[in-house]
């Protein structure tokens, strides 16, 4: 099993897109114990997206795997995420260097 697996997206990650974010998330947790989700192109993120991210969160936990994300400060993504807490739940990293680091 690889340490880590990076799942990037483009866009906006809403109720259109939410189905296919986690099933990418869970393939690349098939095979990694650590799942690094690039949200770096992310240009918009509502609510359907947030209770996605938590949802797949818990799965990992569960499954004993770990979730890591790159949302960069300037980026769109990381207000959202900073405003909810999300830090407090999961690592947040400013490049995907970062999060490789810190998967290893």
Do not use: N
């Not at 866009?11 to 869970?26: M, Q, T």
């Not at 690094?36 to 949802?55: C, K, Q, Y």
């Not at 797949?56 to 936990?61: G, K, Q, R, V, W």
């Amino acid at each position: 099993m690889r340490e880590a697996s990076v799942v990037d997206f483009v866009g906006g990650l809403d109720l259109s897109s939410i189905a296919r974010w986690e099933a990418e998330v869970g393939k690349a947790a098939s095979t990694s114990g650590t799942v690094v989700l690039d949200l770096t192109e992310v240009d918009f993120l509502d609510s359907a997206g947030v209770h996605g991210l938590f949802r797949m969160l818990a799965e990992l936990d569960g499954q004993g795997k770990r979730l890591v994300v790159v949302a960069p400060r300037h980026g769109r993504a990381r207000r959202v995420l900073e405003i909810l807490d999300v830090q407090s739940l999961v690592r947040l990293c400013e490049s995907r260097d970062e999060a490789l680091q810190d998967a290893a």
